[in-house]
């Protein structure tokens, strides 16, 4: 599984076998089951977690008690509450495991000394949180521009399989609906 982060890293940055070997020992590897918990509202967010296989959730509970998911992350993506990892504080989040999944794990503290031991790992970080806050603006742009409907039909047609994989409850938790208001949409689409 080392091989999947390797090949991850190598994207963005150029390392050899000793370098790898050395940030890798700075992480831990999580085994975690479907609708396991990593991390829950009010704890200090101590994690970064790195998904090798598997599939990722956070979410939040609103003031009725409904779970409302605001990002997923399958294998070679991370998730954290950034906000509060930066800083040690408590979350508002959940993050939970969709499937059964394997996970890199690192802590606040161990990716500081990373980052001081290899300095292309900054680099690294820059791309992986320029990427996701691209992602975050995008998905905000099509909130306010395009319709419910419109919304579900770009994240099918642009990833399939990735509707296909995650239960449909948790899709329409992510797009905003009710798990029925989906429904009747992909009852509109087959008829």
């Known amino acids: 599984m080392s091989e999947i982060f390797k090949n991850?890293?190598?994207?963005?940055?150029?390392?050899?076998?000793?370098?790898?070997?050395?940030?890798?020992?700075?992480?831990?590897?999580?085994?975690?089951?479907?609708?396991?918990?990593?991390?829950?509202?009010?704890?200090?967010c101590k994690s970064h977690y790195f998904v090798l296989n598997g599939c990722l959730r956070?979410?939040?509970?609103?003031?009725?008690?409904?779970?409302?998911t605001i990002e997923f992350a399958i294998e070679n993506w991370w998730m954290t509450d950034n906000?509060?990892?930066?800083?040690?504080?408590?979350?508002?989040?959940?993050?939970?495991?969709?499937?059964n999944s394997e996970i890199l794990v690192i802590n606040s503290e161990a990716q500081e000394k990373l980052l001081i031991e290899f300095s292309k790992m900054e680099r690294y970080f820059r791309f992986v949180y320029q990427r996701a806050y691209a992602a975050t603006q995008v998905r905000l742009k099509y909130l306010y521009d395009f319709s419910k409907e419109e919304f579900y039909d770009h994240l099918r047609?642009?990833?399939?399989?990735?509707?296909?994989?995650?239960?449909?409850?948790?899709?329409?938790?992510?797009?905003g609906f009710t798990p029925e208001y989906l429904s009747e949409i992909r009852n509109k689409k087959r008829s």
């Open 58 to 68: 956070k979410f939040f509970l609103n003031e009725k008690g409904i779970e409302l």
């Open 157 to 175: 047609n642009s990833y399939p399989e990735f509707v296909e994989r995650i239960p449909q409850y948790l899709i329409a938790s992510f797009l």
């Open 83 to 99: 906000f509060a990892y930066e800083r040690g504080l408590s979350t508002n989040f959940y993050i939970q495991a969709v499937e």
């Open 8 to 44: 991850h890293l190598q994207k963005f940055i150029e390392i050899n076998e000793e370098e790898f070997s050395g940030i890798l020992s700075f992480f831990q590897v999580i085994q975690v089951k479907k609708k396991e918990n990593l991390l829950v509202q009010g704890q200090i």
